[in-house]
């Protein structure tokens, strides 16, 4: 009996607790992501402060140079004052093929060694601003597989600054497959020079890059590069490794029996292939729309043109000067030099890069002017070298072409 009074008094007491306890906190209920909000960049040469003459002249050097066989097809963007001020594609994707499809500003191209500014050395800009990436770490801190004596002292730094000592680039494709075996073969091979004392361009370069920061995120160049720069920005057709079915959207490049012929939709650079068709040197598909919007990022100090912000001002300041007097390098870019594609009138203070294959871009702060030219030059060959004159005349078109502004040559001084 003392048991069971103990027990109910015990129950009592439980169901009194119980009844002035606090109610539980409601459940969490997890927000819903917010979709990203695309806005399409104004269009047209009213705002852009460019002469009205520009889409003319424009079509003349084009037209000039396709007659003289520059490439199968060219796509062309050119923005100012945070608007696309001109637009348009010409020719056809490939050399006289029935139905071959016409260019426009959707018709991808391979960019080649754009993929170190537009890809490579825009995420580096990403980790290193979230403090993932420091550049005067070695790479060996990164990487303990990069354990050559030689290359002990290289910097992140000197990767962005082709000033590392590793050499312009080799055949590596013929023996090397994949990530490991190139990481293997770039460190069993012998320096050019001291790093730090010369600047060689060098594609092995980026492909450390691309290594260090997949080690740190434990995700792919192509995974990184879509989530934290061309999804955020709109840029919906650049991509690694296209697939078939964009195929009649994409210029196609060389004509390479050693892989099957002519080389469409598959990545030119026969070390990116080897790599897997990603690598941080190349093998990065675009449009010149993409490009266009890419541009205005930059212009606008890291902001999107649909608001989103990959990084501060600054940061596309420090990335984008030169690194110093004895070469033309930024972080990863380079600036224009005597007889580069940036043709007589981008000054000293603008950036750009160039791609094997006929790609080139060029963005000048002071003016708040970028300048994308797309061929697929290399097709059939790579003999042929017409698109160097096309993408100086196109730029010094533009240059020419800004209303109020000085125009300076250069080159000349």
């Not at 069971?4 to 819903?32: D, Y």
């Not at 993929?115 to 550049?135: F, S, Y």
């Not at 060996?140 to 680039?169: D, M």
Request: a neutral charge.
């Amino acid at each position: 009996m003392k048991f069971r009074r103990a027990l109910s008094s015990l129950l009592i007491s439980l169901v009194v607790s119980a009844a002035c306890a606090p109610p539980p906190p409601p459940a969490r209920v997890a927000a819903a992501p917010t979709p990203i909000k695309y806005v399409p960049p104004q269009m047209g040469l009213n705002n852009s402060g460019l002469d009205t003459t520009l889409p003319g002249v424009l079509d003349k050097i084009v037209k000039t140079a396709l007659e003289e066989a520059v490439a199968p097809g060219v796509a062309i963007a050119v923005g100012r004052n945070g608007h696309i001020a001109y637009m348009k594609g010409y020719g056809n994707i490939d050399w006289n093929k029935p139905g071959s499809p016409p260019v426009d500003t959707n018709t991808l191209y391979d960019l080649a060694s754009l993929t170190k500014v537009i890809a490579t050395t825009t995420m580096a800009m990403i980790l290193e601003e979230k403090g993932q990436l420091d550049l005067n770490r070695t790479v060996s801190s990164y990487l303990p597989q990069f354990n050559s004596p030689e290359k002990a002292q290289i910097t992140v730094k000197q990767l962005l600054t082709h000033s590392s000592g590793l050499e312009a680039g080799a055949n590596i494709y013929r023996t090397a497959r994949g990530r490991e075996q190139y990481l293997y073969q770039i460190n069993a091979r012998p320096l050019q020079y001291t790093p730090g004392t010369n600047t060689i361009y060098s594609d092995w370069s980026m492909i450390m890059l691309q290594l260090v920061m997949e080690k740190i995120t434990g995700k792919t160049l192509d995974v990184l590069t879509t989530e934290r720069i061309f999804r955020p920005l709109g840029m919906t057709d650049t991509q690694f490794q296209p697939p078939l079915s964009l195929r009649s959207r994409i210029a196609p490049t060389q004509v390479d029996d050693s892989r099957g012929g002519l080389l469409w939709g598959t990545v030119h650079d026969e070390n990116a292939w080897a790599m897997g068709g990603v690598a941080g040197h190349a093998g990065l598909f675009s449009t010149a729309h993409d490009l266009a919007l890419f541009s205005m990022m930059i212009l606008n100090g890291g902001e999107g043109a649909n608001g989103i912000r990959l990084v501060k001002p600054a940061t596309i300041a420090r990335w984008t000067s030169r690194q110093g007097n004895e070469s033309t390098r930024t972080l990863g870019w380079d600036s224009p030099d005597g007889g580069s594609s940036a043709g007589q009138f981008f000054s000293p203070w603008s950036f750009g890069h160039v791609g094997f294959t006929g790609t080139s871009i060029w963005i000048d702060p002071e003016k708040d002017l970028f300048v994308v030219v797309l061929t697929n030059r290399i097709n059939p060959t790579e003999s042929n070298t017409r698109h160097i004159q096309l993408r100086r005349d196109v730029a010094d078109a533009v240059q020419q072409s800004v209303l109020g502004a000085r125009i300076v040559n250069w080159e000349s001084r």
